[in-house]
């Protein structure tokens, strides 16, 4: 995901992932039944709509 994935010395230490990373405080299944309810409610012109517009801003 970055052009020097090999290089360890590039990567971030633990200390580092333990110090800004934070842990998920939240209930897993309820942040997936909103995910899931997010996704249901999306309509077929709104991703058509996305992918256009994602197409777009590459031309």
Known sequence: WYEDEDD??????WAYKWDVVS???NDVNLMYQKYIA?????TPEQVMGSLLQ??????
């Open 23 to 25: 842990e998920m405080r």
């Open 38 to 42: 997010e996704l249901d409610t999306i």
């Open 8 to 13: 360890d010395l590039r990567r971030p230490t």
């Open 54 to 59: 994602s197409f777009l801003m590459l031309a």
